[in-house]
């Protein structure tokens, strides 16, 4: 199949010449009738003959509709109806071309002298339709093989060419032609409408003025374009030469919506030699000027200028001479050369820029620069494709410099859009700097920057008008950026990615003095490196980061944020991701002290998210996820005025060992001693509300723990305290004041249902009770450490223990072994049973300066009733008690039946040691001498009374 032509080139062709011969065939028709009207005879009688002739001679129907009119004195003429040509072959049954009506009139007494002078030729209605089949092939293909020469000849032969030799027509006139260009025969792609010509007398070698209008509408791409043109046509018959000089062309093209787009004029002397298929125009200027170009402002002026075009029409080539364009105050030398222009038209050259200004380029561009002094000049060269059916052109081997910037690149400019690359050398960008939006440099200090290279590819939407790069590189001492970025609304807003990989923390310090605090210096800092996606609008001065991938401050951060008021009170949301670090490492990082814990394993990994939303008075971080060591940690935190600090939380832990966390014990301390976060209480104010799973502290184990907790002027609170402890309850709070002197801590509470055992466990490793205990507790004392507030500790505790044992000594065993000693009774096995069980034991404990005074303490026990009161130092946890022990049960110890006797007896006791390890010091001695003084007594009443 053969391949189509180009559809506005050969329309182009194909009208132009259908035009010429269908012209033609009326013309020697109008001229053959007046022939047979001069000759006497009836030009109806020739109608017939008229028709066939046309139809033998193209191949098609002619038909000419009602009878020819004739006009007489001075003029002879002839005028139809309606006249139609059919259509070829295959192409239906419309018609080719047609004429509403068509009139020609000549002058009587010159053709008695064999002179032809013909009024002016008129032809109204004139209809071309010219299609393509799907093969490529025209209707007016045939029309090429019977040429309007061989009508011309079978008609004016013989005795008409002595007529014919003064040939002088007034003119030709044209009216309300239309011709339609269809492809596959009923899609129409082209129209020209309103179509005029004018011509001035027509003599034997004269010129002839000539004036030509039409409209041309194209269907796809849709638009609409207005052509005025004037001319003066000079014919050489000898040389075959036809000229048309001072050729003016006006034209307005409006797009699909009515909008102007183009308007100009062409000027020009053309020159057509027959004989070497050559058109040649002379002296040509074009100007337009456009509105919304693909590329550039809304309106750009264009012009362009060329001493000389040559077009051989055989060879289907053209050169251009001296070409010269001027596009925006841009002035542009060309060397031009084209082929296949009515097929495929291709131009091919070479342009060059001479210090052509450069705010006249970016203007040109559509691009607005605010730029303060004078931008210079630029230079450019390359060589260049065009393809104007397709609207696309190609720079390649683009080399220039503009702004003290060498570059090179390529550029592809299609109607849609216009593509291309750009390399620099390396360059100082001082004048760059000069260019770029304020908000750039109002928020960077560029000038540290002294030498810079770039490399991006660029992309003009011209239907969007969009400015696009691509690839960018952008390397300056010490940092790699690379990215892309689309430049919309005019500018007010950039979108776009960035990557700036391991930059040098000087040069960013450097970079943005004022956006980065005065403590931040390189070590701190460290290496930088960011990736993620921005979208930036002028319009409210925000920038969206997505896809945020950073790491600096030695930390790994991803996330996606908005900053609100840019430039000048930045306002921060977003979520971020802060990846695992050390705490330690961050607080080294920074200068900080670290504390010093018990544990050396804390502090060592960290990893956190949340949603923020901070500005320049405060922070908040909701939806908060936190992993601290083995701790996870979730809810909601605040801080309040930057300045002046204050924490507000609410957070929710899954669990927590805070003795991890505490200062290890003093070396001349105990072991067991606990310092108090005084140094906590200084640095912080906060308020909040804590909840725990499982909490350990001061070695007790706590479950279901919640709290507000407050730090302020010094006094930190734990107030609301509710948390399960060892199988029971407790609530209470704890205050710690370092306002004034030594610090004091204050311990209120209460416990229900509390398992001893395990609790005894956690305070000193070893349970000396059991059973369940209930207690009530207010307690204060001042100290640096847990021990200093126990030694002036004040207070006191109500207690109440049930079904549990005293361990460390079992009193029944010992009871019994030193009675039955003192007794000379046989003494009891050894056991190993050191506990002593008992169903109550109660008591009030008050404190002062560190002593815990009992004085009402009550224990029974299955086999006594023991009462008394003492006291134990808190510190060194030594006791001293003084019991009576009465014995209101026998001991079910073997051996111990000897005791059974002192069954409602008091036994004094006497407990020493420590509260770890208890000393139990039966009075046995005091029972047997009140044995003996009964005995006495009982013997001296029977010798006295008798039985």
Known sequence: MAQPKNALYVGAEAILRTFTIVAAIFLVLLLSAIMAVWLLFDPNDYKNNLSSLVEERTGRSFVIEGDLELTFFPWLGVQTGKIRLGNAENFGEEDFASAITATARVRLLPLLSKRLEIDTVELNGLELNLSRDDEGHGNWEDLFRSTPANVREAQLTGSTNSVTQGLNIAGISIRDGIIFWREDFTEVHYVISDLSLDTGPITSEQPVDAALEFQLVSVNPALTAQFNARTTVRVDSDTLLYAAENLELEFRVEDGQHNERVTGQLEAS????????????????????????????????????????????????????????????????????????????????????????????????????????????????????????????????????????????EVTVTERETVGRIETDAFNPIALIEILPQVITESADLSSIDTLTLGADFNVNGLNRVFSLRNVTVTIPGATITGAVDRLEDGRRLRGQITMTNVAPDVLLALFPNRLPEWLDPDKLGAVSVNTSFDYDATDDSLQLDNLNARALGLQTMG????????????????????????????????????????????????????????????????????????????????????????????????????????????????????????????????????????????????????????????????????????????????????????????????????????????????????????????????????????????????????????????????????????????????????????????????????????????????????????????????????????????????????????????????????????????????????????????????????
């Open 270 to 409: 053309i020159e057509y030699s027959s004989a070497d298929s050559l058109l040649q125009a002379n002296t040509v200027v074009f100007e337009a000027k456009l509105t919304d170009p693909p590329l550039g402002p809304e309106e750009l002026d264009f012009r362009a200028s060329s001493q000389q075009i040559r077009f051989d029409i055989e060879a289907q080539t053209i050169e251009l001479d001296e070409l010269t364009t001027t596009i925006g105050n841009i002035d542009a030398r060309w060397e031009l050369a084209g082929n296949n222009l009515l097929s495929d038209p291709q131009f091919t050259g070479m342009v060059s820029v001479t210090e052509a200004p450069v705010e006249d380029a970016f203007n040109a561009m559509g691009l607005d620069i605010d730029a303060d002094g004078n931008l210079g000049v630029f230079d450019l060269a390359s060589l260049f494709t065009v393809e104007p059916t397709t609207g696309n052109m190609k720079l390649t081997e683009v080399q220039g410099s503009a702004l003290d910037i060498e570059f090179t690149g």
């Open 560 to 947: 996606s944020v908005m900053v609100q008021e840019l430039s000048s009170s930045s306002h921060l949301t977003g979520d971020i991701e802060v990846q695992r670090f050390s705490p330690k490492a961050l607080l080294n990082r920074f200068d900080q002290p670290v504390p010093v814990t018990s544990d050396d394993m804390v502090l060592e990994t960290a990893a956190i998210s949340a949603t923020v939303d901070i500005n320049e008075d405060r922070g908040q971080f909701l939806e908060i996820r936190m992993r601290l060591d083995d701790t996870f940690i979730t809810g909601q935190f605040a801080i309040e005025n930057f300045n002046d600090p204050k924490y507000v939380f609410d957070l929710a832990i899954d669990q927590l060992n805070i003795d991890r966390y505490l200062a290890p014990a003093d070396r001349e301390a105990t072991d067991d001693d606990l310092l108090l976060p005084i140094d906590a209480l200084r640095a912080f104010t906060l308020e909040g509300q804590v909840s725990v799973a499982d909490l350990r502290i001061a070695s007790l184990n706590f479950s279901n723990v919640s709290t507000n907790i407050s730090i302020e002027n010094n006094v930190g609170k734990i107030d609301s305290a509710f948390g399960q402890l060892y199988g029971g309850k407790f609530e209470g709070g704890l205050e710690l004041d370092a306002r004034i002197g030594r610090p004091l801590l204050s311990l209120h509470g209460s416990g229900v249902d509390i398992s001893l055992e395990p609790l005894m466990t956690s305070l000193l490793d070893q349970p000396t009770l059991s059973g369940t205990g209930t207690f009530d507790l207010e307690v204060s004392g001042t100290g640096e450490s847990l021990n200093d507030v126990l030694t002036v500790a004040e207070g006191q505790i109500d207690f109440s223990l049930l079904d549990g044992a005293i361990h460390g000594f079992n009193l029944d065993h010992t009871l019994c072994d030193t009675y039955n000693r003192l007794q000379q009774y046989p003494r009891p096995a050894p056991t190993d049973d050191q506990f002593t069980k008992f169903n109550l034991l109660r008591g009030t404990t008050r404190l002062s300066d560190g002593i815990a005074r009992t004085s009402s303490l009550v224990i029974d026990t299955p086999s006594l009733e023991i009462t008394g009161q003492g006291q134990m130092d808190l510190f060194s946890q030594k006791i001293n008690y003084g019991l009576e022990a009465k014995m209101t049960n026998g001991i079910s110890i073997s051996q111990c039946e000897t005791l059974d006797r002192v069954v409602g007896d008091s036994i004094p006791l006497e407990v020493s040691g420590t509260a770890t390890e208890p000393l139990i010091q039966p009075d046995i001695s005091e029972l047997v001498r009140r044995e003996l003084r009964d005995l006495i007594q009982d013997r001296l009443l029977e010798g006295l009374f008798g039985n």
